[in-house]
Protein backbone atom coordinates (compact mmCIF):
# COMPACT_ATOMS: atom_id res chain seq x y z
CA UNK A 1 0.00 0.00 0.00
CA UNK A 2 2.74 1.98 0.71
CA UNK A 3 6.81 2.27 0.35
CA UNK A 4 9.09 4.43 0.51
CA UNK A 5 12.53 3.98 -0.77
CA UNK A 6 15.54 5.99 0.33
CA UNK A 7 13.27 9.19 1.03
CA UNK A 8 15.22 12.15 2.15
CA UNK A 9 13.52 15.76 3.27
CA UNK A 10 15.33 18.71 4.44
CA UNK A 11 13.62 22.19 4.65
CA UNK A 12 15.20 25.67 5.40
CA UNK A 13 15.22 27.26 9.22
CA UNK A 14 14.54 30.85 10.00
CA UNK A 15 18.22 31.43 10.42
CA UNK A 16 18.60 30.34 6.87
CA UNK A 17 20.18 27.22 7.74
CA UNK A 18 19.39 23.62 6.27
CA UNK A 19 17.97 21.07 8.54
CA UNK A 20 17.52 17.33 7.15
CA UNK A 21 14.12 16.45 8.53
CA UNK A 22 14.44 12.34 7.19
CA UNK A 23 17.46 10.63 6.74
CA UNK A 24 17.49 7.63 3.99
CA UNK A 25 14.20 6.26 4.92
CA UNK A 26 12.86 2.61 3.59
CA UNK A 27 9.31 1.55 4.61
CA UNK A 28 6.88 -0.78 3.56
CA UNK A 29 3.48 -0.89 4.85
CA UNK A 30 1.11 -3.58 3.32
CA UNK A 31 -2.50 -3.87 2.40
CA UNK A 32 -4.54 -4.05 5.58
CA UNK A 33 -1.82 -3.25 8.06
CA UNK A 34 -1.94 -1.27 11.06
CA UNK A 35 1.65 0.39 11.40
CA UNK A 36 2.36 2.71 14.36
CA UNK A 37 4.99 5.10 14.05
CA UNK A 38 6.69 6.41 17.19
CA UNK A 39 9.39 9.38 17.81
CA UNK A 40 9.72 12.52 20.23
CA UNK A 41 9.20 15.57 18.62
CA UNK A 42 11.14 16.73 15.83
CA UNK A 43 11.90 12.96 14.97
CA UNK A 44 10.49 13.47 11.43
CA UNK A 45 7.75 11.04 12.11
CA UNK A 46 4.67 13.85 11.07
CA UNK A 47 6.89 15.32 7.84
CA UNK A 48 6.93 11.45 7.40
CA UNK A 49 3.00 10.99 7.55
CA UNK A 50 2.78 14.02 5.07
CA UNK A 51 4.52 12.22 2.29
CA UNK A 52 1.99 9.41 2.51
CA UNK A 53 -0.39 11.33 0.46
CA UNK A 54 1.75 13.82 -1.18
CA UNK A 55 1.65 16.86 0.94
CA UNK A 56 5.16 16.98 0.73
CA UNK A 57 7.16 15.21 -1.97
CA UNK A 58 10.64 13.88 -0.88
CA UNK A 59 13.86 15.62 -2.33
CA UNK A 60 15.95 12.25 -2.63
CA UNK A 61 14.39 8.59 -3.26
CA UNK A 62 10.66 7.95 -3.53
CA UNK A 63 6.90 7.33 -2.46
CA UNK A 64 4.60 4.97 -3.54
CA UNK A 65 0.96 5.15 -2.76
CA UNK A 66 -0.54 2.01 -4.04
CA UNK A 67 2.05 1.92 -6.79
CA UNK A 68 1.89 5.66 -7.70
CA UNK A 69 4.93 7.63 -7.70
CA UNK A 70 3.73 10.80 -5.29
CA UNK A 71 6.15 12.78 -7.45
CA UNK A 72 3.67 12.41 -10.72
CA UNK A 73 1.35 15.61 -10.53
CA UNK A 74 -1.22 13.55 -13.03
CA UNK A 75 -1.63 10.57 -10.36
CA UNK A 76 -2.51 13.23 -7.34
CA UNK A 77 -5.83 13.21 -7.48
CA UNK A 78 -5.70 9.67 -7.39
CA UNK A 79 -2.85 9.31 -4.46
CA UNK A 80 -4.88 11.03 -2.50
CA UNK A 81 -8.19 9.15 -2.79
CA UNK A 82 -6.30 6.13 -2.13
CA UNK A 83 -4.70 8.07 1.10
CA UNK A 84 -6.87 10.16 3.49
CA UNK A 85 -5.11 11.96 5.99
CA UNK A 86 -6.86 12.69 9.36
CA UNK A 87 -4.80 15.45 11.22
CA UNK A 88 -3.86 16.39 15.28
CA UNK A 89 -6.52 19.11 15.52
CA UNK A 90 -10.16 18.45 13.95
CA UNK A 91 -11.37 21.68 14.37
CA UNK A 92 -8.81 22.20 11.19
CA UNK A 93 -10.88 19.54 9.12
CA UNK A 94 -14.76 20.61 9.86
CA UNK A 95 -15.86 23.06 7.65
CA UNK A 96 -19.75 22.84 7.57
CA UNK A 97 -22.53 23.39 10.54
CA UNK A 98 -24.26 20.11 10.43
CA UNK A 99 -22.03 16.92 11.09
CA UNK A 100 -23.85 15.39 8.35
CA UNK A 101 -22.95 17.64 5.97
CA UNK A 102 -19.31 18.27 6.93
CA UNK A 103 -19.32 14.56 6.04
CA UNK A 104 -20.61 15.30 2.67
CA UNK A 105 -17.68 17.63 1.85
CA UNK A 106 -15.17 15.50 0.24
CA UNK A 107 -17.72 13.06 -1.89
CA UNK A 108 -19.57 16.13 -2.93
CA UNK A 109 -15.57 17.79 -4.20
CA UNK A 110 -15.62 14.13 -6.02
CA UNK A 111 -18.52 14.75 -7.66
CA UNK A 112 -20.02 11.50 -6.31
CA UNK A 113 -23.93 11.15 -7.37
CA UNK A 114 -26.52 12.70 -4.55
CA UNK A 115 -27.63 9.19 -3.41
CA UNK A 116 -24.40 7.91 -3.12
CA UNK A 117 -23.31 10.46 -1.34
CA UNK A 118 -26.70 9.93 1.08
CA UNK A 119 -25.70 6.31 1.21
CA UNK A 120 -22.03 7.20 1.80
CA UNK A 121 -22.38 9.94 4.52
CA UNK A 122 -25.28 7.35 6.28
CA UNK A 123 -22.31 4.34 6.00
CA UNK A 124 -19.72 6.33 7.53
CA UNK A 125 -21.10 7.84 10.50
CA UNK A 126 -22.61 4.85 11.98
CA UNK A 127 -19.08 3.25 11.45
CA UNK A 128 -17.74 5.79 13.62
CA UNK A 129 -20.87 5.32 15.91
CA UNK A 130 -21.98 9.12 15.74
CA UNK A 131 -25.55 8.37 14.17
CA UNK A 132 -26.99 10.13 17.39
CA UNK A 133 -25.40 13.49 16.43
CA UNK A 134 -25.94 13.29 12.78
CA UNK A 135 -27.58 16.54 12.91
CA UNK A 136 -25.87 18.09 15.29
CA UNK A 137 -23.39 20.96 15.13
CA UNK A 138 -20.13 19.42 15.12
CA UNK A 139 -18.78 22.54 17.64
CA UNK A 140 -20.92 21.93 20.02
CA UNK A 141 -19.27 17.96 20.00
CA UNK A 142 -16.74 17.14 22.48
CA UNK A 143 -12.67 16.82 20.97
CA UNK A 144 -12.82 12.77 20.49
CA UNK A 145 -16.72 13.11 18.76
CA UNK A 146 -15.18 16.25 16.61
CA UNK A 147 -12.10 13.42 15.60
CA UNK A 148 -14.55 10.69 14.38
CA UNK A 149 -16.82 13.35 12.66
CA UNK A 150 -12.99 14.20 11.32
CA UNK A 151 -12.57 10.40 10.43
CA UNK A 152 -16.13 9.90 8.96
CA UNK A 153 -15.38 12.73 6.84
CA UNK A 154 -12.46 10.60 5.21
CA UNK A 155 -14.44 7.53 5.19
CA UNK A 156 -16.66 8.68 2.73
CA UNK A 157 -14.34 9.06 0.31
CA UNK A 158 -13.49 5.28 0.55
CA UNK A 159 -9.52 5.53 0.58
CA UNK A 160 -7.59 2.22 0.79
CA UNK A 161 -5.58 3.37 3.27
CA UNK A 162 -5.72 6.26 6.54
CA UNK A 163 -3.19 8.40 7.84
CA UNK A 164 -3.39 9.73 11.10
CA UNK A 165 -0.90 12.34 12.19
CA UNK A 166 -1.06 12.55 16.90
CA UNK A 167 -5.05 12.35 16.37
CA UNK A 168 -5.20 12.28 20.06
CA UNK A 169 -2.68 14.69 20.69
CA UNK A 170 -5.12 17.20 22.07
CA UNK A 171 -7.76 15.27 23.80
CA UNK A 172 -8.76 13.90 27.16
CA UNK A 173 -8.43 10.30 28.07
CA UNK A 174 -11.75 9.42 27.29
CA UNK A 175 -11.63 10.86 23.57
CA UNK A 176 -8.41 9.00 22.95
CA UNK A 177 -10.18 6.03 23.91
CA UNK A 178 -13.34 6.83 21.21
CA UNK A 179 -10.66 7.44 18.50
CA UNK A 180 -8.48 4.86 19.10
CA UNK A 181 -11.43 2.14 19.09
CA UNK A 182 -12.98 4.18 16.04
CA UNK A 183 -9.19 3.04 14.44
CA UNK A 184 -9.06 -0.22 15.55
CA UNK A 185 -12.49 -1.19 14.19
CA UNK A 186 -11.84 0.67 10.33
CA UNK A 187 -8.78 -1.69 10.56
CA UNK A 188 -10.58 -5.10 11.38
CA UNK A 189 -14.11 -5.06 10.43
CA UNK A 190 -13.24 -2.58 7.35
CA UNK A 191 -10.07 -3.66 6.26
CA UNK A 192 -8.69 -0.36 5.71
CA UNK A 193 -4.78 -0.44 6.15
CA UNK A 194 -3.85 2.62 8.90
CA UNK A 195 -0.55 4.25 9.65
CA UNK A 196 -1.20 5.76 12.93
CA UNK A 197 1.28 8.65 13.94
CA UNK A 198 1.84 8.98 17.75
CA UNK A 199 3.71 9.12 21.09
CA UNK A 200 1.39 7.09 23.06
CA UNK A 201 2.41 3.66 24.44
CA UNK A 202 -0.98 2.18 24.62
CA UNK A 203 -1.77 3.25 21.23
CA UNK A 204 0.87 1.80 19.32
CA UNK A 205 1.00 -1.57 21.26
CA UNK A 206 -2.68 -2.42 19.42
CA UNK A 207 -1.00 -1.53 16.01
CA UNK A 208 0.91 -5.10 14.04
CA UNK A 209 3.85 -2.84 13.79
CA UNK A 210 5.98 -0.42 14.78
CA UNK A 211 8.64 1.93 13.43
CA UNK A 212 10.71 4.00 15.47
CA UNK A 213 11.83 7.13 14.45
CA UNK A 214 15.11 9.28 16.11
CA UNK A 215 16.44 12.49 14.09
CA UNK A 216 15.05 11.49 10.90
CA UNK A 217 16.40 8.18 10.51
CA UNK A 218 14.28 4.84 11.49
CA UNK A 219 16.28 3.04 14.37
CA UNK A 220 13.82 0.28 15.04
CA UNK A 221 11.37 -1.76 13.67
CA UNK A 222 9.51 -4.85 14.71
CA UNK A 223 6.04 -5.99 16.25
CA UNK A 224 5.12 -4.45 19.59
CA UNK A 225 6.82 -6.80 21.87
CA UNK A 226 9.99 -6.94 19.86
CA UNK A 227 9.99 -3.09 19.94
CA UNK A 228 8.99 -2.76 23.55
CA UNK A 229 11.16 -4.99 25.52
CA UNK A 230 14.32 -2.94 23.82
CA UNK A 231 13.48 -0.72 26.86
CA UNK A 232 16.81 1.13 27.01
CA UNK A 233 16.83 1.71 23.23
CA UNK A 234 13.35 2.99 23.27
CA UNK A 235 14.49 5.42 26.24
CA UNK A 236 17.42 6.52 24.09
CA UNK A 237 14.94 7.93 21.58
CA UNK A 238 13.00 9.88 23.72
CA UNK A 239 10.43 7.69 24.12
CA UNK A 240 8.82 6.01 27.56
CA UNK A 241 7.59 1.92 26.85
CA UNK A 242 4.37 1.15 28.35
CA UNK A 243 3.74 1.01 32.28
CA UNK A 244 3.61 -2.15 32.57
CA UNK A 245 7.23 -3.20 30.42
CA UNK A 246 8.36 -0.62 32.73
CA UNK A 247 6.89 -2.45 35.47
CA UNK A 248 8.32 -5.47 34.43
CA UNK A 249 11.73 -4.57 32.95
CA UNK A 250 12.26 -3.06 36.79
CA UNK A 251 11.34 -6.02 38.42
CA UNK A 252 13.42 -8.22 36.41
CA UNK A 253 16.54 -6.23 37.80
CA UNK A 254 15.44 -6.51 41.11
CA UNK A 255 15.76 -10.56 40.69
CA UNK A 256 12.41 -11.54 39.51
CA UNK A 257 12.00 -13.84 36.29
CA UNK A 258 9.55 -11.93 34.08
CA UNK A 259 9.81 -11.77 30.28
CA UNK A 260 10.85 -8.68 28.67
CA UNK A 261 8.02 -8.54 26.50
CA UNK A 262 4.98 -7.99 29.07
CA UNK A 263 2.89 -4.88 26.99
CA UNK A 264 -0.92 -5.64 28.84
CA UNK A 265 -2.16 -5.68 32.87
CA UNK A 266 -2.86 -8.95 31.78
CA UNK A 267 -0.13 -10.67 31.08
CA UNK A 268 1.72 -9.17 33.82
CA UNK A 269 -1.05 -10.75 36.35
CA UNK A 270 -0.44 -14.12 34.53
CA UNK A 271 2.97 -14.22 34.88
CA UNK A 272 3.03 -13.04 38.58
CA UNK A 273 0.61 -15.28 39.45
CA UNK A 274 3.41 -18.24 37.80
CA UNK A 275 5.51 -16.86 40.29
CA UNK A 276 3.68 -18.39 43.43
Not at 71 to 95: C, H, Y
Not at 252 to 274: F, N, Y
Request: charged share 25%; net charge negative; hydrophobic share 40%.
Amino acid sequence: MIKAENVRFEYSTQSGGISLALDDININISKGEFVAILGHNGSGKSTLAKHFNALLLPGVGTVYVKGMDTKDESLLWNIRQTAGMVFQNPDNQIVATIVEEDVAFGPENLGIPPAEIRERVDNSIKTVDMIEYAKHSPHLLSGGQKQRVAIAGIIAMKPECIILDEPTALLDPIGRREVLNTIMKLNEEEGITIVLITHYMDEAIKAGRIYVMKNGKIIMEGKPKEVFKEVETVKNAGLDVPQVTELSHRLSREGLTLPPDILTVEEMVVELCRLK
